[in-house]
Nanobody
Framework: QVQLAESGGRLVQAGGSLRLSCAAS????????IGWFRQAPGKEREFVAG????????DYADSVKGRFTISRDDAKNTVYLQMNNLKSDDTAVYYC?????????????????WGQGTQVTVSS
């Protein structure tokens, strides 16, 4: 089981950058996958990026590829989402989620562990 807590969301201007953090606690090993998801008002929650904790391999949604970077710090048990060149469409509540499987998934239902979310607002 793993507990997750996001931080770092705030108001930022379009074209700016922001780094979100997801602190993980509990007992977890190399099979943990951490995903970042986001939900904009009136829209469904969507996958943004993911990282396999043990291997460091990553996956990105097409909408953020080249602008967002997911990474991890093993010593701090923290996963980061570096977001550059932000657009108004990036405005959403951002969640990190965890699953103990070796295969990738972009589906919400495949992640049993969730943080509380952090608000990112991009002003144009």
């Amino acid at each position: 089981q793993v507990q997750l807590a996001e931080s770092g969301g705030r108001l930022v201007q379009a074209g700016g950058s922001l780094r979100l953090s997801c602190a993980a606690s509990g007992r977890f090993f190399g099979s943990l996958i951490i995903g970042w998801f986001r939900q904009a008002p009136g829209k469904e929650r969507e996958f943004v990026a993911g990282i396999k904790w043990g291997f460091g391999t990553t996956d990105y949604a097409d909408s953020v590829k080249g602008r967002f970077t997911i990474s991890r710090d093993d010593a701090k048990n923290t996963v980061y989402l570096q977001m550059n060149n932000l657009k108004s469409d990036d405005t959403a509540v951002y969640y990190c989620a965890g699953r103990f499987r070796s295969n990738w998934s972009r589906k919400n239902d495949d992640y049993p562990f969730w943080g509380q979310g952090t608000q990112v607002t991009v002003s144009s």
